[in-house]
């Protein structure tokens, strides 16, 4: 018994790192096998495009320069930070009965300080520009929405930029004139390109938003807990 | 000290980046214009030759197999005509476009250089040029 205490090794600090930052950790690197995965095939399609037309074929890390690759990237970072813009947004004023997605009923709007811990609730440990107060306070009160909302517009306007050089080069290969960049941000592919991400991205949030009424995943954060009754609201497992 | 760290090398990231992109767009529409003179020069000479000699592969084999004779030979008997001064060039990835004053040159990157694609291009709208001369 003594023998199995002292041979246990106390918790390293890595280990408990890893514990403490799991899901971050986890979706990273799930991100950067996906994006590289992602990157292999577009080569390979990308290859078997310039095969078709008989002309020279570039290798892997030619292609990752590409705007072939940069906008097939940007258009679905941006929808994804739009579907969370909106979903940070939209949730401070619309409510769903019995989701766990939704606050309660009866906190529609940006709520009072003291349910926000600022002012004069505002704790010691809260954070440095809440306590400082004025425009800190205000700038940081919309700080996840902001960044959200930011990266969205800089990952919709690389898309666009990237698109226009992409689908110039698919142009120029197929003998007809490139567009300008306003001239794409009116062409179909652009918007082709933007909706098809607007839509899934939307179709997830609502299902989401109303299927968590209803089901129940036992131990997540993102469902009510099992027993709880269908028309709970804002209470997560 | 990260934090600053990662600051300054993103900086010098996003500048190598800008400024190596802009070079080399600037050194990839210097070397199209330069193969766009060779072959206009070339057709002005009429040294077929060397017409043949900055074609694309499969345009050249396609010029070839369409007249049944060589290549120089295969380019004399068809009605490209020099096209002037470049107008403006235009370079996206590794395609290409340079409008000249009576004709449209399409060309592609390739390991030995930029070649011509199609040449003695019309525009039409909706639909891509119409070329004498172009790839299969």
């Not at chain 1, 949730?91 to 709520?111: D, F, N, V, Y």
């Not at chain 1, 909302?149 to 290969?173: H, K, P």
């Not at chain 2, 449209?104 to 199609?118: D, E, P």
């Amino acid at each position: 018994m003594t023998a199995r205490l002292t041979a246990r090794p106390p918790a390293p600090r890595a280990r408990g790192f890893l514990r403490d930052n799991a899901l971050g950790l986890f979706f990273l690197v799930t991100f950067v096998l996906a994006i590289a995965g992602q990157a292999i095939a577009g080569h390979a399609d990308f290859n078997n495009q310039l095969a078709a037309d008989q002309l020279q074929q570039i290798s892997l890390g030619e292609y990752l320069t590409t705007s072939d690759f940069a906008v097939d990237v940007t258009e679905n970072w941006q929808s994804e930070y739009l579907q969370f813009f909106l979903y940070v947004g939209a949730t401070i004023w619309l409510l769903q009965r019995g989701s766990p997605e939704s606050k309660e009923l009866h906190k529609a709007g940006t709520e009072s300080d003291r349910e926000q811990l600022v002012g004069a609730h505002a704790n010691a440990d809260s954070p440095k520009w809440v306590r400082a107060g004025g425009w800190r306070r205000a700038v940081y009160s919309h700080s996840l929405l902001l960044v959200m909302g930011t990266i969205f517009l800089l990952s919709w306007l690389v898309q666009s930029i990237s698109g226009t050089a992409a689908y110039d080069e698919q142009r120029l290969r197929q003998l007809q004139a490139p567009l300008s960049w306003a001239g794409y941000l009116g062409a179909a592919d652009f918007w082709n390109r933007t909706l098809q991400n607007w839509q899934s991205e939307l179709l997830a949030v609502a299902s989401m938003a109303v299927l968590s009424i209803y089901l129940r995943q036992r131990g997540s954060p993102e469902s009510k807990p099992v027993g709880a009754a269908h028309g709970s609201t804002g209470v997560e497992g | 000290m990260i934090r600053s760290a990662y600051a300054v090398t993103v900086s010098v990231l996003l500048a190598v980046g800008t400024l190596g992109g802009c070079d080399t767009a600037a050194q990839r529409r210097d070397d199209v214009r330069h193969t766009a003179a060779v072959f206009e020069k070339a057709l002005a000479e009429g040294a077929y030759d060397r017409v043949c000699a900055v074609l694309a592969p499969a345009t050249l084999d396609e010029l070839e197999q369409s007249s049944g004779s060589p290549c120089p030979k295969a380019v004399g008997e068809e009605s490209l005509k020099p096209g002037g001064g470049v107008q403006r060039t235009d370079v996206y990835g590794d395609q290409a476009r340079t409008v000249l004053s009576s004709d449209t040159l399409f060309l592609s990157h390739f390991t030995s250089g930029w070649k011509v694609v199609a040449a003695g291009c019309e525009p039409r709208p909706e639909v891509p040029y119409e070329c004498v001369i172009k790839g299969g």
